[in-house]
């Protein structure tokens, strides 16, 4: 039982901390392609507070800047990319990749796209050049539109939608039709997320807290969410802001099963954490006393075995005893007079035990006296097998 709840609360504990604490390279305006000539801005956004200082790299290479965020006045097709960002308090970013391009016609979309979010897409074409007649295509159908920029609408899953683009651009005296191709990656907007339980071995009449924990879209970390807690299936309070329930007096009958879900306000986005076995035990002395208890029922047995092995391996077996010097106590004198000899304190024997040199060693140590009881020490071992 202590096992299954090591194991779950070890499960519970293991989360991902890495999100908050990585920084997100966003383009201004938010395409992840432009034209040579055209200007953009890429800016490294963190979320931990505090002074920061920053480092960027391009295609792995550092670059001299350590300024938040940097200005490509007049892009040139060596300023495409990954673009990547880092502070003295963060790890490196995800890779941005920006495309600098020539031609005339480029369908324009955002770096980042989460699911939820109204897609903007521009039909885009050199700048200067006059251009008319552009035509998208969305859901397979090609349809007519005034505008170069347009709305597609809110994205309800996650996954990767190619578009398309056409567009009449006049040079040479005529217009030209050119057609461009966009892949947009819906991100989620939030993970499944995951139950945390603080403290990690919660005890009767101590306080435990609940985290109901996910990832966000990144830059979306204004999301408002809406979360609840579940116990065996029972709601245990209705949808809240607060990503966290709290048992302020933890017994028992806390135990139990828990899931948390969590919701976009408006209902489009809800998703249920794995569920969390719960178990309140009496207290951390209980609980040590059993995997105290649970070692010494190993340990004891192997320890008094290994010690029985170590210490007595020769008293197996037929030794002769031997006598002290004094004659009265010598082998004859002791089948004589048994009695005598266990009430005399001058008589002495012990037995000689066999090493690899023969027989040597008294054991114990000194011959003792006969009419002392026989007092086995437990001291290292000298013979070796
Ligand atoms: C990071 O750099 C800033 C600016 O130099 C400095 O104020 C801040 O103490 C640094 N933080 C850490 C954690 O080194
Ligand atoms: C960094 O910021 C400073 C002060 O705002 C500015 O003078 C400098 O030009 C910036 N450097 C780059 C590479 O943008
Ligand atoms: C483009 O527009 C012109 C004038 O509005 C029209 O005559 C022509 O048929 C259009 N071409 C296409 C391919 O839609
Ligand atoms: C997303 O779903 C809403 C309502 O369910 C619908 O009006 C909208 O057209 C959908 N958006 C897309 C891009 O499919
Ligand atoms: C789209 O997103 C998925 C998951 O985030 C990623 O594995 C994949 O490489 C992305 N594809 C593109 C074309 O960016
Ligand atoms: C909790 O879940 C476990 C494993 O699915 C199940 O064996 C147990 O009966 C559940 N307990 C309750 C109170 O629902």
């Not at 709840?5 to 890495?18: D, K, P, Q």
């Not at 369908?107 to 885009?124: N, R, S, T, W, Y």
């Not at 299936?233 to 709290?246: D, T």
Request: some cysteine; proline content about 5%.
């Amino acid at each position: 039982m202590s096992a299954f709840l090591l194991m779950t609360t070890v499960y519970s504990i293991t989360g991902n901390s890495e999100a908050a604490d990585t920084p997100v390279v966003s383009f201004s305006p938010n395409w992840k392609k432009i034209f040579v000539y055209e200007s953009v801005t890429i800016t490294c956004n963190v979320q931990a507070p505090g002074a920061h200082w920053f480092y960027w790299y391009k295609d792995n290479r550092k670059l001299h800047t350590n300024n938040q965020s940097f200005t490509i006045e007049f892009a040139d097709e060596m300023n495409a990319g990954n673009y990547q960002c880092k502070t003295n308090q963060t790890q490196r970013s995800r890779p941005a990749k920006m495309s600098v391009l020539g031609g005339w016609v480029i369908l324009q979309a955002p770096l980042l796209i989460c699911e939820g979010d109204v897609l903007f897409l521009k039909c885009h074409s050199f700048p200067g050049r006059n251009a008319r007649n552009t035509t998208f295509s969305l859901d397979g159908k090609w349809l007519s539109f005034l505008e170069d920029k347009i709305q597609v609408g809110k994205l309800n899953g996650t996954g990767t939608e190619t578009y398309k683009c056409r567009k009449e651009v006049y040079y040479n005296s005529r217009y030209h039709s050119h057609t461009d191709t966009t892949t947009v990656n819906v991100t989620e907007l939030f993970s499944e997320p995951e139950i945390k339980v603080d403290p990690i071995l919660p005890t009767v009449g101590t306080a435990v807290t609940l985290t109901c924990d996910l990832d966000l879209c990144p830059l979306r970390v204004d999301t408002e969410l809406h979360f609840v807690f579940y116990k065996d299936g029972q709601k245990l309070r209705e949808f809240g802001l607060s990503n966290k329930y709290q048992i302020n007096t933890a017994g028992p009958a806390d135990s139990g099963n828990y899931t948390c879900e969590a919701k976009t306000r408006d209902n489009h986005i809800k998703k249920t954490s794995k569920m969390v076995h719960l178990q309140i035990e009496k207290s951390l002395i209980f609980l040590a006393s059993v995997l105290v208890a649970a070692l010494l029922t190993i340990l004891i047995p192997t320890v008094i075995i290994f010690n029985y092995r170590r210490h007595f391996p020769q008293l197996r077996g037929n030794f002769p005893l031997h006598f002290s010097d004094n004659p009265s106590c010598s082998s004859s004198a002791w089948k004589a007079n048994l009695s005598s000899l266990m009430s005399s304190s001058c008589c002495m024997f012990g037995l000689r035990l066999p090493n690899s040199k023969g027989y040597r060693s008294w054991y114990p140590r000194h011959p003792f006296p006969l009419n002392q009881e026989v007092f086995v020490p437990t001291q290292r071992r000298r013979h070796k097998q």
